[in-house]
Nanobody, 118 residues
């Protein structure tokens, strides 16, 4: 079975930091592109950051310079380091894994809540 499990969410004040983790199982992790998406209430799910099997990264303009995505293939983990958090970052954050070279939806975790509020 394929499973992606997110952790690290919580309540933080504006300007604070969080690090999200996603643990993968049931896949050959190194062959998958990994991504972090988020969805706020009433809004569409959007890509926050992604990292390919080769290590190439992509970020949404709204998080460039504040968020960093990384992966540890040996541990089958992908991270999202979030700094200088803003209230508009509040959302459920989802981990996604997609086999390299495919355009399908891939696999999704259940999400972890991030709330940025004073």
């Amino acid at each position: 079975q394929v499973q992606l499990v997110e952790s690290g969410g919580g309540l933080v004040q504006p300007g604070g930091s969080l690090r999200l983790s996603c643990a993968a199982s049931g896949i050959i992790f190194s062959m998958y592109s990994m991504g972090w998406y988020r969805q706020a209430p009433g809004k569409e799910r959007e890509l926050v950051a992604s990292i390919t099997s080769a290590g190439s990264t992509t970020y949404a303009d709204s998080v460039k310079g504040r968020f960093t995505i990384s992966r540890d293939n040996a541990k089958k983990l992908v991270y999202l380091q979030m700094n200088s958090l803003k209230p508009e970052d509040t959302a459920v954050y989802y981990c996604n894994g997609r086999f390299g070279g495919t355009v399908g939806p891939g696999y999704w975790g259940q999400g972890t809540q991030v709330t940025v509020s004073s």
